[in-house]
């Protein structure tokens, strides 16, 4: 079965210092995988998506994430940390084989910006 | 493109009601997915259409939630005889309908069983 790990709950870092969000995933197949951000009383909004073509994805709102299945890791990076980065961030899989089922989501890591 | 969207926003019913909610997906997205999240957890999917047909139920947390999309357009949720333990957020995500199509999530009904 195919499932999610996200390292660490709550990350705290300094405004203009490097966010870094771990995500690791176990999978028997080629997965889709997503990182999504969920801001107080809001749904999910997608960041960006690995689906098999480059392994550095580049997202919105200057974040990026890249691929390594030889570690099974989909960490999420920014350079330079934002006051407006403040939220709850979730990585999530989908089967390749596609559609069969709905996303699996990690636990979610709550980003914390220190002025 | 107004978004997913999801009614009521805010829900509280007591214990053993039935409650029902409703998620209007984008409009030419064939595909409707339902999740639930609980407090300090990410997304559980429960169960997704493709147009009218639901394609995957066993994920429903009992048979007390049923879901159903009738004309192949809005969906809508039931949790009968509600009980505390289903309190949660209950949320709604449309896509195209291809494999890895990106999921738009509406704003969620927040359920709170008295």
């Known amino acids: 079965a195919q499932s999610v790990t996200q390292l660490g709950s709550h990350v705290s870092v300094s405004e203009g210092a490097l966010v870094l969000l771990r995500c690791n995933y176990s999978?028997?197949?080629?997965?889709?995988l997503f990182w999504y951000v969920q801001y107080p009383n809001q749904g999910l909004q997608l960041l960006l998506k690995y689906t098999s073509a480059a392994t550095l994805v580049k997202g919105i709102n200057g974040f990026e994430a890249e691929f390594k299945k030889s570690e099974t890791s989909f960490h999420l990076t920014k350079p330079s940390a934002h006051m407006s980065d403040a939220a709850e961030y979730f990585c999530a899989l989908l089967f390749s084989g596609g559609g069969a089922d709905g996303l699996t989501f990690g636990k979610g890591t709550h980003l914390i910006i220190q002025p | 493109d107004t978004g997913v969207s999801q009614d009521p926003r805010h829900k509280i019913t007591k214990r053993g009601q039935n409650v029902t909610f409703r998620c209007d997906p984008i409009s030419e997205h064939n595909r409707l997915y339902w999740y639930r999240q609980t407090l300090g957890q990410g997304p559980e999917f429960l169960t997704y259409?493709?147009?009218?047909?639901?394609?995957?139920k066993s994920r429903l947390l009992s048979d007390r939630f049923s879901a159903e999309r009738p004309k192949g357009s809005f969906s809508t949720l039931e949790i009968q005889r509600t009980e505390q333990g289903d309190s949660a957020m209950y949320l709604c995500a449309s896509s195209l309908g291809q494999g890895g199509d990106t999921q738009y999530f509406g704003p969620g009904t927040r359920l709170t069983v008295l």
């Open positions: 259409f493709q147009n009218e047909a639901q394609l995957e």
């Open positions: 999978s028997s197949v080629p997965p889709y």
